[in-house]
Nanobody, 123 residues
Framework: QVQLVESGGGLVQPGGSLRVSCAAS????????IGWFRQAPGKEREGVSCISSSDGSTYYVDSVKGRFTISRDNAKNTVHLQMSSLKPEDTAVYYC????????????????WGKGTLVTVSP
């Protein structure tokens, strides 16, 4: 059974840091690109970051460049998203998703999705 399980969400103050993680099981995650998406209340879901399986290439949406870092630990089938200098506008449910081999420049074609973890940035 394919599963992606997010963890690490919570409440953090503006300017703070948080790391969310995505644990994969039920498929060979080494061959899959893992992406992070988020959906804020009343807004559409957007792609945040992605890491490819083949060469570890990473991609970020402009609004998080320089603040977020994605990494993967293939031995543990886990992908992390380290978030720093957090802003209230980063508040959202964060989802991880998997796509075969490479990240998509259009953030589409994700085959598997997790259920999300809530990140709230507030004083």
């Amino acid at each position: 059974q394919v599963q992606l399980v997010e963890s690490g969400g919570g409440l953090v103050q503006p300017g703070g840091s948080l790391r969310v993680s995505c644990a994969a099981s039920g498929f060979i995650s080494d061959y899959y690109a893992i992406g992070w998406f988020r959906q804020a209340p009343g807004k559409e879901r957007e792609g945040v970051s992605c890491i490819s399986s083949s060469d570890g290439s990473t991609y970020y949406v402009d609004s998080v460049k320089g603040r977020f870092t994605i990494s993967r630990d293939n031995a543990k089938n886990t992908v992390h998203l380290q978030m720093s200098s957090l802003k209230p506008e980063d508040t959202a449910v964060y989802y991880c998703a998997a796509r075969f081999l490479k990240c998509s420049p259009n953030w589409n074609g994700m085959a598997y999705w997790g259920k999300g973890t809530l990140v709230t940035v507030s004083p």
